[in-house]
């Protein structure tokens, strides 16, 4: 069993920044970022190989926030500039035991609680 929870949200002006933390019991084989909005499906934002440190993104973030991890802290955080607010969202973390479709929600095992991203002015 994995334990996963993330902090860091809130509310933040269009164009600002906001860094999500997550704290894993342990880190997996991949750890991933999804959001949901309301009335949405739950979507990939971005996601880091504990192997390598390999990152993923969605094409709807990239170059606006970053992925990273401090393995002695069991920690995994994203950086998230330029906010629109089409971000606004519950970012969730996750995190996948094996390889395979990386972007694909299903394929996560284990899921925190997800903490709330509000971007608007």
């Known amino acids: 069993q994995v334990q996963l929870v993330e902090s860091g949200g809130g509310l933040v002006q269009p164009g600002g920044s906001l860094r999500l933390s997550c704290v894993a019991s342990?880190?997996?084989?991949?750890m991933g970022w999804f959001r949901q909005a309301p009335g949405k499906e739950r979507e990939f934002v971005a996601a880091?190989?504990?192997?390598?440190?390999?990152?993923y993104y969605a094409d709807s973030v990239k170059g606006r926030f970053t992925i990273s991890s401090d393995y002695e802290k069991n920690t995994v955080y994203l950086q998230m500039n330029s906010l629109k607010s089409e971000d606004t969202a519950l970012y969730y973390c996750?995190?996948?035991?094996?390889?395979?479709?990386?972007?694909?929600?299903?394929?996560?095992?284990?899921w925190g609680q997800g903490t709330q991203v509000t971007v608007s002015s």
């Open positions: 996750a995190a996948k035991l094996r390889g395979g479709r990386i972007m694909t929600s299903s394929e996560y095992d284990y």
């Open positions: 342990s880190v997996r084989s991949f």
């Open positions: 880091i190989r504990r192997s390598d440190s390999v990152t």
